[in-house]
Nanobody, 125 residues
Framework: VQLQASGGGLVQSGGSLRLSCVASGSIFSIYVMGWYRQAPGKQRELVAQITGGGSSGGSTNYADSVKGRFTISRDNAKNTVYLQMNSLKPEDTAVYYC????????????????WGQGTQVTVSS
């Protein structure tokens, strides 16, 4: 299983970006998909996570610092997770990583914790 993240870039404070992350491989389903970020000198932290999916769209949780500004969503048919980031602030500057967990493969086995390569988000003041 491989994850490919994209959509990062440089944006001014108050602007928006949309990150995408596509999972590829012999995937039947992915239970948890999420976004983490790591700023220089800081530990990697959870930004947003979406669990399950189907017709209900799944359940979500967010870091307090991004609630009301960021929205996570997923397209299970495409094994893709998105992060819509609005009202960006300089403190959102970081490398953003996507993660897939509890992946059911086509042979009905399960594998856990795959990470994408990271995409840089820089917010200027």
């Amino acid at each position: 299983v491989q994850l490919q993240a994209s959509g990062g870039g440089l944006v001014q404070s108050g602007g928006s970006l949309r990150l995408s992350c596509v999972a590829s491989g012999s995937i039947f389903s992915i239970y948890v998909m999420g976004w983490y970020r790591q700023a220089p000198g800081k530990q990697r932290e959870l930004v947003a996570q979406i669990t399950g999916g189907g017709s209900s769209g799944g359940s979500t949780n967010y870091a307090d610092s991004v609630k009301g500004r960021f929205t996570i969503s997923r397209d299970n048919a495409k094994n893709t997770v998105y992060l819509q980031m609005n009202s960006l602030k300089p403190e959102d500057t970081a490398v953003y990583y996507c993660k897939a967990d509890r992946v059911r493969l086509r042979d009905n086995s399960y594998e856990y914790q795959f990470w994408g390569q990271g995409t840089q988000v820089t917010v200027s003041s």
